[in-house]
């Protein structure tokens, strides 16, 4: 069986440190990449690739029996913007908890080579908490819609300690009858947090807490070397040589 090596080749302007690339129609794509069964939530080898077709991209996460784990889909809309039409990990193979990791860390990779700015994305409500543990935000731009989330499920957290101070901005947001010009902003910041609340104190997987029916989602290559520690850490975890560094933008 083929297993990719992964060359320690550094790039001067940009983040990689040992993953290898290709660049067919100026489209920068990494080379497939070995999964040892060692690293975290993973209880086999898997390979993760990328192909595209045109401006379409797809990330796939297989097993070492070339069996398809998982799948996300991704179109280039522009320069700036990718968006993630789909993304699942298929349910006969969910044993293999970390595909959907994985292909998330295909597409945080994608947006930096290619200097793109943000990633969008439409979440059902049973994947929001998914996608906030990488940073993407809610981009809700009704007010009444936004109000609504922050009214039915921040608010009712008033008396958990846990989640005060987001309490306390949500309180503080809705009483504001002078809506600033970042008042959608604002909102959706305050929702922001929550999720990460959640998510610090492992309370994603609680019924109580699940979120209805979804929203638009963004992730920005800004808040991605916000939390470039974070993110590194991820690559560490999964045994991807691919490192985010404070010179690279």
Not at 182 to 187: A, K, L, P, W
């Amino acid at each position: 069986m083929f297993i990719n090596k992964i060359q320690y080749t550094p790039y001067s302007q940009n983040p990689s440190f040992g993953l290898s690339f290709r660049k067919p129609q100026n489209i920068k794509l990494f080379d497939d990449m070995h999964i040892p069964k060692s690293v975290h939530g993973l209880n086999n080898d898997c390979f993760v690739s990328i192909e595209h077709a045109g401006r379409q991209l797809s990330i796939s996460v297989d097993d070492a029996n070339f069996r398809e784990i998982g799948k996300s889909s991704i179109t280039i809309n522009d320069e700036k913007t990718l968006y993630n039409d789909n993304i699942e990990v298929f349910k006969q193979r969910q044993k293999h908890s970390g595909a959907g990791t994985l292909m998330k860390l295909g597409e945080i990779i994608t947006m930096l080579e290619n200097n793109i700015e943000e990633i969008k994305l439409y979440s059902l409500g049973q994947a929001v908490y998914f996608h906030s543990k990488f940073k993407f935000k809610p981009a809700i731009t009704d007010i009444e819609e936004l109000k609504d989330y922050i009214k039915l499920d921040v608010l009712p957290r008033n008396c958990d300690e846990r989640f005060k101070t987001v309490c306390d901005a949500a309180k503080k947001w809705l009483d504001n009858e002078k809506q600033s010009e970042n008042y959608i902003e604002d909102g959706n910041n305050i929702l922001y947090e929550y999720l990460q609340t959640v998510n610090k104190y492992k309370l994603n997987l609680d019924e109580e807490y699940s979120i209805m029916p979804g929203f638009n989602m963004i992730l920005t290559r800004d808040n991605v070397l916000k939390n470039k520690q974070y993110f590194n850490g991820l690559f560490n975890r999964f045994g991807i040589d691919y490192q985010i560094n404070d010179s690279s933008y």
